[in-house]
């Protein structure tokens, strides 16, 4: 145990955090570790079976180049120069891009794996900045809660305004390299948006004197899907004890093992198409629903009672080959 | 630990005194057991290190996939979930490895309906962020996972004079940072 001889607000403050953070943690479970592993053992033996087949390959070509004078090839330069900077001068096209990818990357997405609601590019010279939208004209947001973060790869700071048609604000974030060993992250700037009516969301990207021609920045906001399903969601009274937007295309599962007795009431929604099975379960008792998921879903309830102690787990099940849907619950107990 | 910075065995004791998946047929523990017991502690720790909850659950999760991976090895430790929290360690304060798993996790976006952070909390991760990597690292193992300092020094193979150094610097750091000011008291 922690040596503590006296009140100390360090204490106190861990004590504080170790009573909340477990309400809020999320725990992917056991069957997700599974599919991955079982997802990577298929990936290895397809790796090794490549590799083999290189290995034989380049042994092949070797073996008609043995006894010839290896040619000498000259120094090419990266193609890709380092992007990391430390202000000094301008950077060119190619750098600004790479930390617009950077910053992309810290997101979760690359160029060719793009979403609706995420934009990216250098952090431009002119002092006005540039201009960026959040949807189209022909596939807008869909009405929602959003949450929209900004993150910036270089030197200097940005600075983000927003607008819909109904709001807007303004946000700042540093730009910074990705952090050294153990080092964290600077925390990415965040805002909620709401969008009250099917909208576009304006973004305005503006760098300091230090970021202009300097810097790349990427910005996303919430999965449409999510926001669809968690607009429709509706939050009944009880004490909450879970609730998740999140976009599935396959099994999730959320597991709580330490959940009391008592009376469980699971409300969800599912953005997008198809159906999914939802079901609730604590020990023995448990309920599954099939829901149909829609662009304008309904929320649909399940109610458990468990008389003692026991793990808890939502489960939604989606045919993997199916398209992605949102689900948003909210789960509390009576 | 071997080359790939895994630990080899999980025969340290377990200091937070939880389930700990406990052996069942022929000494071997069961995973899914290990995973319910410990996924929330671990995490809990990470959460506090990295200040970035679902970065925290990421890398915890990955640290169970490679115990599942080589469960019949780890199973049969005294203590697997030492084993696991030691990866989860290892992957938290690497963050070239950290950032792959951030990535491929990320895709999938998930938001928990968690009310704002407190200030009280808001306060706690800026201080933490204003200590050095291994220091705060000592913090948390400390006074998160519970261990005594001779058991945060073996856990990150320094002398429990290094740790007393850097517990006895934090303190005196994070408790001017966390100690309300004076107005605020008066206000109080």
Known sequence: MPEQMEHEPLAEAFFQFRMQAPDEIVVPGVPVARRTVRRR??????????????????GGYSATLLGAPAPVQPAVPSASPSPTVFAGPALNADQLRQLGVKALDRLGFTPERLRRGVAFGPVDAAAGGSTHL???AAQPLPAGR??????CRGVGRITVDWRTDDDEGTMDAPCTDPPADGNVDSPAARAEVQLRAPGLITLSVTGDGLARSRAGFAAMVTDPLMAIA????ARPSGDHVGGVSMVIDRTEIDTDP???????VLTLTCAGTGTIKATLRVGEAGSTRTVRCSERPSPITITVTAKRAATRKVIFDRRPEDPA?????????? | MNAAGTPTHGARRAPEGARSGAPGEQGRHDFDELYAAHFTSVTTQLFAYLGDRQEAQDVTQEAFCRALHRWKDVSAYDDPVAWVRRVAWNLATSHFRRSRIATAFRRRHREVHAPEPSPDRVALFAALRSLPPRPRQAVVLHYLADQAVVDVAETMQVSTGTVKSWLHRARIALGEQLRPSAEEVRNA
């Open chain 1, 325 to 334: 849907v949102a689900v948003a619950y909210y789960l509390v107990t009576r």
């Open chain 1, 230 to 233: 968690d607009y429709a969601l």
């Open chain 1, 258 to 264: 330490d959940a009391k007795a008592g009376i469980y």
């Open chain 1, 41 to 58: 053992r298929t990936a290895r033996v397809s790796a090794v079976a490549a590799l083999t087949a290189l290995v034989l390959a380049v």
């Open chain 1, 134 to 136: 959040l949807g189209t």
């Open chain 1, 146 to 151: 959003y949450t929209l973060v900004a993150v």
